[in-house]
T-cell receptor, first 115, second 114 residues
Framework: DAMVIQNPRYQVTQFGKPVTLSCSQTLNHNVMYWYQQKSSQAPKLLFHYYDKDFNNEADTPDNFQSRRPNTSFCFLDIRSPGLGDAAMYLC??????????????FGDGTRLSIL | DAKTTQPNSMESNEEEPVHLPCNHSTISGTDYIHWYRQLPSQGPEYVIHGLTSNVNNRMASLAIAEDRKSSTLILHRATLRDAAVYYCILRGVHGSSNTGKLIFGQGTTLQVKP
């Protein structure tokens, strides 16, 4: 059974139209991450939540925001998507973000297309 | 952030062992060595991790050099389903520069031939 679930698997939006991607987890993990993966590139961390504490990467554009209303759910909001935001967006969890010993568990991603 | 270096691509024959190398000469004493793989159209999948000693699990083995500046992921019998991009990543503990983060490099694309 999937433990990190991302919906939808494919999302199409219009240039400049806000879009929200969702992620849920059944692992009860403290930490939830959002990565962006463009075609033929490696995943790139955007930000993460350690419980309710939000940690943004320095080079994440302001256009990207996140919400975590409870332990199980985390959302990625793109306020005004541009053509360059077309990518696979990956959600991941880990039990403890401060321990290098903890693996991350990934969902299968949402592929976002911009028209 | 401590970086890793991997070959861009490797080929293997089905049912033969595969040794995927990774160099991490700037590794710190508290960095764990993690391996993930990503199959086409899927999210990355955790494979194995270690600190100093060699590690085995149902998916693979991890051999870590004595000076920890390199490691090798070993798939004992490659199958067609093992064709993927394999990422070697250093993950720090609290207080180090890459705490909790996975900083992905370009990885090694493994092709498995029947």
């Amino acid at each position: 059974d999937a433990m990190v679930i991302q919906n939808p698997r494919y999302q199409v939006t219009q240039f400049g139209k806000p879009v929200t991607l969702s992620c849920s987890q059944t692992l009860n993990h403290n930490v939830m991450y959002w990565y962006q993966q463009k075609s033929s590139q490696a995943p790139k961390l955007l930000f993460h939540y350690y419980d309710k504490d939000f940690n943004n990467e320095a080079d994440t554009p302001d256009n990207f925001q996140s919400r975590r209303p409870n332990t199980s759910f985390c959302f990625l909001d793109i306020r005004s998507p541009g053509l360059g935001d077309a990518a696979m967006y990956l959600c991941a969890t880990s039990r403890d973000g401060t321990g290098g010993n903890q693996p991350q568990h990934f969902g299968d991603g949402t592929r976002l297309s911009i028209l | 952030d401590a970086k890793t270096t991997q070959p861009n691509s490797m080929e293997s024959n089905e049912e033969e062992p595969v040794h995927l190398p990774c160099n991490h000469s700037t590794i710190s004493g508290t960095d764990y060595i993690h391996w993930y793989r990503q199959l086409p159209s899927q999210g990355p999948e955790y494979v194995i991790h270690g600190l100093t000693s060699n590690v085995n699990n149902r998916m693979a083995s991890l051999a870590i050099a004595e000076d920890r500046k390199s490691s090798t992921l070993i798939l004992h019998r490659a199958t067609l389903r093992d064709a993927a991009v394999y990422y070697c990543i250093l993950r720090g503990v609290h207080g180090s520069s890459n705490t909790g983060k996975l900083i992905f490099g370009q990885g090694t694309t493994l092709q498995v031939k029947p």
